[in-house]
């Protein structure tokens, strides 16, 4: 079973524009973290924000992270072609280390 | 810093038979841990492994295994292959559990 998911499945945008995929997550987390996939490849890390933060940037990223709401989001501002890809959120359960345990990502399209 | 990497690229198996994948993390991570992609699981946890030792297991029958050798590079094994088994194989190092994951490009298996 999944612990994380993400809402939308599928965000289709133009460039310029900003994307925001959500995140909602069911147990206690040491963590939560944001990776992206392009086409079936390898997931590369983005950000990571810990259980006592509650907002991170990096870039034209912008995690937010509401742990009395179990959920998080991601915003990517001024998007590009090249943001184009699939967004997972995984998080790091308390006492299971190791583990991160997936959403079903949000598959984003940026049109030029 | 050479990445993760993992091999074969590619893989086509025939029902029944086993398969051994490889890992190779970042230099100084001990620990390794394995996910299975698939379509209509998404990102599945297999096992994490840290200076030789399984830490953490996720919900894959016994044809699942897994070992890491004191280099801290991490193999993989899948016996009595099924048709279910076709999926991306993906690994992931880091430095300790709670940190950010450096995941390789993946294996990918098609059993026949």
């Known amino acids: 079973s999944q612990q994380g998911e993400e809402d939308p499945q599928a965000l289709s945008i133009q460039e310029g524009e900003n994307a925001t995929m959500n995140c909602s997550y069911k147990?206690?987390?040491?963590?939560l973290q944001w990776y992206r996939q392009n086409s079936g490849r390898g997931l590369v890390h983005l950000i990571l924000?810990?259980?006592?933060?509650r907002e991170k940037h990096s870039g034209r990223l912008r995690v937010t992270l509401d742990t009395s709401k179990k959920s998080s989001s991601l915003l990517i501002t001024a998007s590009r072609a090249a943001d184009t890809a699939s967004y997972f959120c995984?998080?790091?359960?308390?006492?299971?280390?190791?583990?991160?345990?997936f959403g079903a990502g949000t598959q984003v399209v940026v049109t030029p | 810093k050479a990445g993760v990497t993992q091999t074969p690229r590619y893989l086509i198996k025939t029902r029944g038979q086993q398969v051994t994948l490889s890992c190779s993390p970042i230099?100084?991570?001990?620990?390794v841990s394995w996910y299975q992609q698939t379509p209509g699981q998404g990102l599945q946890f297999l096992f994490e492994y840290f200076s030789e030792t399984q830490r953490n297991k996720g919900n894959f029958p016994g044809r699942f295994s897994g070992r890491q050798f004191s280099n801290s590079r991490s193999e993989m094994n899948v016996s009595t292959l099924e048709l279910g088994d076709s999926a991306l194989y993906l690994c992931a190092s880091r430095w300790t559990g709670d940190t950010e994951a450096f995941f390789g490009q993946g294996t990918r298996l098609t059993v026949v």
């Open positions: 924000i810990r259980s006592n933060e």
């Open positions: 230099s100084g991570h001990r620990s």
């Open positions: 995984a998080t790091v359960i308390t006492d299971s280390w190791g583990k991160l345990q």
């Open positions: 147990t206690s987390i040491n963590n």
